[in-house]
């Protein structure tokens, strides 16, 4: 008799605690809008502008200082690197001791050391190759004496091809640093 007064009981309880927890009235708030916390990560809309072109007027340049400009970008070397290296060759010390000396003649002058590497290999790996080799490029050229202000580097790993072809001289050329002037 008393497990069945205990079931009994237990039954009741149950029952008890389950009639005082349901909610009279409805509970749920309407949504306010609430504004996203500043620490979530940016994943609000992006607001796009459309921007109308506009001529822009230069400044004229002076006929010499154009012509160092034109001269110092048709003059800035290539330099290029072996298979799974970024180590620099004595060719590409030679070729970035001439750009070092074209660099120190104007010192106004911005480049972009852009590191680039041949198709083989996965883009992860070709786009951290290509910026060792950048950085190798760069890192030369400040402790020739040039400003780091005044390169940047970037990487392109296999997608700007020198030469298209599939066999070991397309890939050779490939395997490169350009050095390109941003800025007079």
Not at 27 to 50: N, Q
Not at 123 to 139: C, F, I, P, S
Not at 142 to 162: C, F, H, M, N
Request: proline share 4%; with cysteine; hydrophobic share 35%.
């Amino acid at each position: 008799m008393e497990s069945r007064a205990t079931r009994v009981f237990l039954v009741l309880s149950c029952v008890t605690f389950m009639a005082s927890g349901c909610a009279k009235n409805e509970m749920v708030k309407k949504d306010e809008g609430v504004a996203p916390a500043a620490s979530t990560p940016a994943k609000a809309p992006v607001k796009t502008e459309v921007v109308q072109e506009q001529s822009v007027k230069q400044a004229p340049v002076a006929e010499s200082t154009a012509g160092q400009y034109e001269q110092m970008k048709s003059e800035l070397n290539k330099i290029y690197f072996d298979f799974d290296s970024f180590k620099l060759s004595e060719p590409a010390r030679s070729s970035l001791a001439k750009n070092a000396d074209l660099l120190k003649k104007d010192s106004a002058e911005k480049v972009r050391i852009e590191g680039n590497c041949d198709e083989r290999g996965s883009d992860e790996y070709n786009l951290a190759l290509g910026e060792k080799r950048a950085k190798a490029a760069m890192q030369y050229l400040v402790t020739s004496g040039i400003p780091a202000e005044r390169l940047s580097v970037i990487s392109y790993g296999k997608e700007k091809p020198a030469d298209p072809g599939h066999d070991e001289a397309a890939w050779a050329k490939n395997r490169r640093d350009e050095f390109v002037v941003l800025s007079k």
